[in-house]
């Protein structure tokens, strides 16, 4: 057994694709936690991985999700993702999700907003969404935590010119402590603002690139 540390900036093709090359190197996941994963030897490209986003769902549907999961022999492990919510001691808020999917607890969606999905390489492509539509669709719900992610920086960039108020204590380079605090609090917000922006742009364009496809084959 190995025991790898990774960081993705981009959590769902990002992670897939580094998997799927662990496993093309030998490598089988028995273990996916917050930062680290654990693999065992397995013979090269023995297994196939996918990512999904399921931060969007309810407890209840995930719960059935995965039922479903073991049903068809996948094993599948639980990410966390955390990006745009809202949060009240251990309950968080998800503006994004879907109906009873809005609100988030440590007992129920809160760090399982991903799940990898593993199954031995049968020689066919490994997909969850095979029409051009469910894949749209997976992408848009996928969207929607960056969009919300990027107006509540706006938002709190706006706080902090009209309000004068720091969000974080900073002095930089000898200028007065509140320009200080203010100038790293918005360096802060525009680097969060800039990546929720970036990956919005990025599922934008392969959100485009599948309706082309689709009209093409209309």
């Not at 680290?36 to 407890?59: A, L, M």
């Not at 990546?195 to 209309?218: C, N, P, S, W």
Request: with cysteine; net charge positive.
């Amino acid at each position: 057994m190995v025991r790898k540390f990774r960081v993705f900036l981009n959590p769902i093709e990002g992670q897939e694709m580094w998997l799927n090359r662990q496993s093309q190197l030998g490598w089988k996941l028995s273990k996916a936690r917050r930062l680290f994963y654990e693999f065992e030897q397995c013979h090269p490209g023995e297994y196939q991985y996918v990512v999904d986003y399921i931060g969007n769902k309810s407890n209840s549907e995930r719960l059935q999700y995965e039922s479903f999961l073991k049903e068809m022999n996948i094993a599948y492990y639980e990410k966390p993702i955390n990006i745009g919510q809202l949060s009240i001691g251990r309950i968080k808020y998800r503006p994004y999700g879907m109906k009873k999917g809005k609100f988030a607890t440590s007992k129920g969606m809160l760090n399982r907003e991903l799940v990898i999905l593993g199954k031995r390489n049968d020689g066919k492509p490994f997909e969850l969404y095979t029409s051009k539509e469910d894949k749209i669709q997976s992408l848009k719900e996928r969207r929607k935590p960056h969009l919300y992610l990027l107006i509540f920086a706006l938002l709190m960039a706006m706080y902090i010119r009209f309000s004068g108020k720091p969000l974080i204590s900073y002095t930089l380079f000898g200028m007065s402590r509140n320009q200080g605090r203010n100038l790293g609090s918005f360096v802060l917000i525009a680097v969060i603002a800039l990546m929720a922006l970036i990956r919005f742009v990025q599922i934008t364009v392969m959100i485009g690139a599948l309706r082309d496809e689709r009209k093409i084959h209309e």
